[in-house]
């Protein structure tokens, strides 16, 4: 079957690090997108991953390791303004398999 | 603003009646998605269009249906709506190749009475 999990919630600290995790199971790959969504608002594209290893990109960075199925989306100097659902997504042959997301909280 | 256009931004109608979304893809782009999001649900893939052709379709019900246009835009059409029908419907586009990341519309909110 095919499936993504990641966890539903998760809570940190202005100016803190956090790190979202997902595991995938899919039926063919190519790639793997992560995408942040304010709540009633339009998921927007974060990153993209398609071979082993980290991709930087301000402070966002997104990993991927194919063969344990894993990817992680780091946030760093956390802001108020990235209290959102961040979702996972594998591209198979022409589907996008999107997990739940994850919905995080980030406090003063 | 991610250039995909969906119309309208609210509907609210009645069970058993049928409605119509629309999308206008961002320009150049080939491929256009719809997806279904329930109230603190992730994104449920219900069909793809390439250049005017259904290439995947996902978990989507038979009451339902889309298709795009030679002018690339896609409709999608719901008919007789049920109450667990009422979501946000994303309309999302591509270029089409594997590497090149969905762009979505701000979405359509139906609301079955």
């Known amino acids: 079957g095919q499936n993504i999990d990641q966890p539903t919630e998760m809570t940190a600290t202005e100016g803190a690090i956090v790190q979202i995790n997902c595991t995938y199971q899919t039926s063919g790959f190519n790639g793997l997108f992560w995408y942040q969504q304010h709540a009633g608002e339009a998921p927007t594209f974060l990153s993209y991953n398609v071979l082993d290893g980290l991709e930087e990109k301000g402070r966002f960075s997104s990993f991927l390791s194919r063969s344990k199925g894993y990817s992680y989306l780091l946030l760093k100097e956390l802001q108020m303004k990235d209290s959102a659902s961040y979702l996972c997504?594998?591209?198979?042959?022409?589907?996008?398999?999107f997990g739940t997301g994850t919905r995080l909280k980030v406090l003063a | 603003d991610s250039g995909v256009t969906q119309t309208p931004k609210h509907l609210i109608t009645a069970t058993g009646q049928r409605v119509t979304l629309r999308c206008s893809p961002r320009s150049g782009d080939l491929s256009v998605y719809w997806y279904q999001q329930s109230l603190d649900q992730g994104l449920q893939f219900l069909i793809q269009?390439?250049?005017?052709?259904?290439?995947a379709k996902g978990n989507i019900l038979e009451r339902f249906s889309a298709q795009q246009f030679p002018d690339l835009h896609s409709e999608l059409n719901l008919s007789s709506l049920e109450l667990g029908d009422s979501a946000l419907y994303f309309c999302a586009s591509s270029g089409g190749e594997v590497d090149q990341p969905q762009h979505f519309g701000d979405g359509t909110r139906l609301s079955i009475l």
């Open positions: 269009y390439y250049n005017g052709e259904e290439r």
């Open positions: 997504a594998v591209r198979g042959t022409y589907k996008y398999i």
